[in-house]
């Protein structure tokens, strides 16, 4: 492990857009895990914990779901997402565009016109 201390946005994606996989081994509930989209965004699967929304983020083509907590599991999923063959270029794709603002936009004026009609 390797401290790198603070890295701006460019410097993040540029190290995740490297890596084989991103971990989140979250024990806490977060409703939707800034670390996870930007990995997606990069193109980087993600081995997450089940927990809050992270199950709901990652999907099979994108990364590795294990039981929060349980570190065998937490290993076995490491080792399983660094033997899988990635299609990195179609995670990014797919994230940026499921992840953009005009996505995230789309849906709230389709929310918002439910709920007025």
Partial sequence: I???????AHGVASLLSQAKCSVMP???YENNPLGVIESLCAGTPV?????G???ELISADTGIIFESGNAEALATGIDM???RTW???DIKAKSISRFSP???LKILANIYS???S
């Fill in 53 to 55: 929304g992270i199950p």
């Fill in 81 to 83: 997402a660094m033997s």
């Fill in 2 to 8: 390797k401290f790198l201390g603070h890295l701006d």
């Fill in 47 to 51: 081995v997450g914990a089940n927990i």
């Fill in 26 to 28: 979250s024990v806490c």
């Fill in 114 to 116: 439910a709920a007025t």
């Fill in 87 to 89: 299609h990195h270029p």
């Fill in 102 to 104: 005009e996505s995230h």
